[in-house]
């Protein structure tokens, strides 16, 4: 089988490209390793900014779909002591220029907006190889393989395209997250959602954090953050959730008990998620019919863009290739040109993971909210 432009890995950024591409009147396949769209879930809240995701979203023409799915007063945020003590606030007065949205909704609005031939469930990469003369073949797991001119990476942190174009490979970043759920928290936990308030907690110590956010519903959504080695978190056996949860929740001994029951009530297993990063600077010589996007291309400990930077490598990969559909190379240039100092830029500009756990936490980060003010 051959397609001119194919993209592997139907997450936002993947999308968007598809979308853009869509609108230009530029067919592509979307190949995704997933059986469905809702066999897993897509995350939680996602800020979406103004000079990135927004502008991103308007290229794909669904600023105003976006718009109907923003969750109001979920831009609040507090920041607290171990022992629940409120030290900082900020309320959502509708100013806000991030609105949130839920990843899962964001996701289904954009595979909405495609024609439904447009994506290829159940295709998990297995293997891909350059032809030559910017030819590309990439081989999936059930067996089918999909000749291509045009092959775009967009398949996350363990990008199966990358090695095209790239030796770099993603590095533990020295810290993990456990993510947890609470369901009708208003009911079962009462202090734990006065605590978490109407939008984003922090609740922050020097290595450590419990993070929340107040989801569509009354669901809360939580990540325990500790500084540890792999190894430390691979001692932990995960497939005995409660086990998991007591050995997370040990670490946080002597914290407020409506802060640690963000980790103790959950109604799912806990899920460890490890941060891994590509190098801030990371970036590849030309390689004609192929390049890649969002954490495929650039990957970071999470810092709030991630999603962000996705949507507009998608954006402005589309735009690229619309404004050269002659010259495919010419494209990828100007697409790579732009995309190299911007992702650079947002991995090395501020360092919240100091902000937010660092020797001086959570001063360190009201800190620097009072400053932005």
């Known amino acids: 089988m051959t397609s001119p432009v194919t993209i592997i890995g139907a997450g936002l950024g993947g999308l968007v490209l598809a979308r853009v591409l869509h609108i230009h009147g530029i067919p592509s396949t979307v190949y995704e390793a997933d059986p469905s769209p809702t066999s897993r879930t897509q995350g939680g809240l996602l800020d979406i900014h103004n000079h990135n995701g927004q502008p991103a979203l308007q290229a794909a023409g669904l600023l105003d779909e976006f718009h109907d799915l923003v969750l109001e007063g979920r831009q609040a945020m507090r920041v607290l002591d171990r022992n629940g003590t409120v030290l900082f606030e900020q309320p959502d007065d509708g100013t806000g ?59 996350g942190a363990w990008s199966r395209i990358r090695p095209l174009l790239s030796e770099a490979r993603p590095e533990y970043f020295g810290r993990s997250v456990i993510e947890t759920y609470l369901f009708n928290t208003e009911t079962h936990h009462p202090a734990t959602a006065k605590a ?6 922090y609740a922050l110590s020097p290595g450590k954090g419990l993070l929340a956010h107040r989801e569509r519903g009354d669901t809360l959504h939580s990540y325990a953050t500790l500084t540890k080695p792999q190894d ?19 670490e946080f001994t002597g914290w407020a008990p409506e802060l640690t029951a963000l980790i103790t009530g959950s ?13 801030a600077a990371h ?8 390049t890649l996007l969002g954490d495929a291309a650039h990957l970071a400990a999470p810092n709030g863009e991630g999603a962000n930077l996705a949507m507009l490598d998608g954006a402005e990969l589309g735009e690229a290739i619309a404004t050269h559909p002659d010259n495919i190379e010419a494209a990828l240039t100007a697409y790579e040109q732009a995309m190299f100092p911007r992702s650079t830029e947002a991995a090395t500009e501020d360092d919240i993971h100091e902000l937010l756990y660092g020797e001086n936490a959570p001063h360190s980060l009201i800190s620097a909210f009072t400053n932005n003010q």
């Not at 978490?196 to 907690?201: D, E, K, R, T, Y």
């Not at 430390?232 to 040990?250: E, G, K, L, N, Y």
């Open 232 to 250: 430390w978190f691979a001692a932990i056996d995960f497939t005995d959730p409660t086990a998991a949860i007591a050995r997370i929740a040990q």
């Open 267 to 279: 109604d799912l297993p806990p899920i460890l998620r490890p941060h891994h990063a590509l190098p």
């Open 196 to 201: 978490v308030g109407s939008g984003a907690l």
């Open 97 to 155: 220029e991030n609105p949130e949205v839920q990843r899962g909704e964001l996701r289904r609005m954009l595979l909405d907006s495609l024609p439904k031939s447009t994506i290829r469930w159940n295709h998990r990469v297995n293997n891909a190889r350059t032809l030559g003369n910017g030819h590309h073949q990439v081989t999936f797991d059930n067996g089918s393989t999909v000749t291509t001119s045009l092959l775009i990476g967009a398949d």
């Open 283 to 290: 970036r590849w010589n030309r390689v004609p019919g192929a």
